[in-house]
């Protein structure tokens, strides 16, 4: 490992560096900025018009009699040479282009969409392990106080001032403490597991920085993030957008289809030096015989299919409101939880932690009560710890609905300069 790999593996980890670890690793972003370079290349090509056609011939060749195989004493025998060129309206060629273009917004949306997909992942892995070590932290501090007490119920027992009940009970608690650390562990190991899904090995460094779930849109009233606008800025309503957009194109060329397309040819024929030259010059025009069950079926399936992709968009959107509304609707209530937890539950079994401990010294209580009101203490702070988990969850998927581009490689730098000196 480099110096500089070195030092960095030493840094702390904040939760915006691992993201933008993630997206400089991601494959996907890649695929998707490959996709749209695609799009936007064959957009430029489809707008132009075909290669024309080189035609290299002879015509009427003798094959029988005395001039058999002579390319010069029939007058009918030419040598030909000429070029067809196919003319479809600009119409099309424009709306070709736009179909194209269609499926360059729509990659872009699909990489938007991955993109918010990945901060979100790596948001929740983050906070998942950041979580884990808080809650080990509190765990490890109680286990070290109940590890003294046991030493001074241990004590206090030998020199016939305790109880040999207060020292099993002292004993049992820090039993309890060891396999609660455990499961603790696990759930760390796992959440190391899951952020290197996404950023590799810098998922071994520590972590700096504190979530920032608490301060998320304070200021601002739910009803704006459900307003139409809003949720038409999301990514996965882009996508759908996109795909109604792409369908009402390709029924416009459908329509467009319903007029031919001519093809012009010009072609000079060389005889046999007894004989005048020639130059013919033709055009072909389709004849479109049965439109009723041809163009016209076209035309009517793309209108449907564009019925489709709007009945399907609306049916997104509704049914991503109400997806939305519950998040809010979780998140709020997962706020009012922790407050009530900060502010009432926990003082509350601090300070019945305080009266049993009192009660101990002053030879009023058993060390039993107490360490039932340091584990009753410890769960309440636990569970505090265990529902500010779950509302920076709600947090991440709220904030990442849409994609924070300032974090990342730029998608829409990647792909102009695929367009530079384009027509």
Do not use: C
Not at 211 to 219: F, G, L, Q, S, V
Not at 346 to 369: E, F
């Amino acid at each position: 490992m480099s110096i500089a790999g070195s030092l960095r593996a030493e840094e702390p980890l904040s939760l915006r560096e691992a993201q933008q670890l993630a997206a400089s690793r991601s494959g996907q972003l890649l695929a998707q900025d490959a996709a749209t370079r695609a799009a936007r290349e064959m957009a430029v090509s489809a707008g132009q018009l075909p290669d024309p056609v080189l035609k290299l011939g002879i015509d009427n060749l003798p094959v029988t009699g005395p001039d058999r195989l002579s390319l010069g004493r029939d007058f009918m025998t030419m040598r030909r040479i000429g070029l067809m060129q196919e003319l479809p309206r600009e119409k099309k060629r424009l709306l070709k282009t736009e179909r194209f273009e269609r499926d360059a917004e729509r990659a872009q949306a699909q990489r938007q969409l991955a993109l918010a997909g990945l901060q979100q992942g790596t948001a929740l892995a983050w906070l998942e392990r950041y979580y884990a070590h808080a809650m080990r932290a509190l765990l490890q501090q109680q286990l070290e106080e109940t590890r003294l007490q046991e030493q001074g119920a241990d004590i206090a027992f030998r020199e016939g001032r305790g109880a040999q009940a207060d020292v099993f009970a002292a004993r049992a608690a820090q039993i309890e403490l060891d396999d609660r650390l455990s499961q603790i562990d696990r759930q760390a190991r796992n959440a190391s597991l899951m952020l290197a899904r996404w950023i590799g090995a810098d998922a071994n460094r520590s972590l700096s920085g504190e979530p920032m779930w608490k301060t998320m849109r304070d200021n601002s009233h739910p009803d704006a993030m459900l307003s139409a606008g809003e949720l038409r800025q999301h990514p996965k309503l882009t996508l759908s957008a996109t795909l109604v957009e792409a369908a009402e194109t390709e029924a416009r060329l459908a329509q467009a289809n319903t007029k031919s397309d001519w093809t012009v040819e010009a072609a000079y024929q060389q005889r046999g030096p007894a004989f005048s030259n020639m130059v013919s010059i033709g055009i072909s025009i389709p004849l479109q015989w049965d439109p009723k069950n041809r163009q016209n079926r076209e035309t009517a399936a793309k209108l449907a299919a564009v019925d489709e992709a709007r009945a399907n968009d609306a049916d997104n959107l509704q049914a991503y409101e109400a997806e939305v509304r519950s998040l809010i609707n979780d998140w709020q209530t997962g706020k009012e939880r922790i407050a009530r937890y900060t502010a009432q539950m926990i003082p509350v079994a601090r300070q019945r932690s305080a009266a049993a401990l009192t009660a101990y010294r002053v030879g009023k209580g058993d060390l039993a009560s107490v360490l039932a009101a340091r584990r009753d203490e410890l769960t309440a702070r636990i569970q505090a710890l265990g529902l500010e988990l779950e509302t920076a969850r709600l947090w991440a998927q709220l904030n990442y609905l849409k994609p924070d581009n300032s974090i990342g490689p730029s998608a829409f730098a990647v792909t102009s300069e695929s367009s530079k000196g384009q027509p």
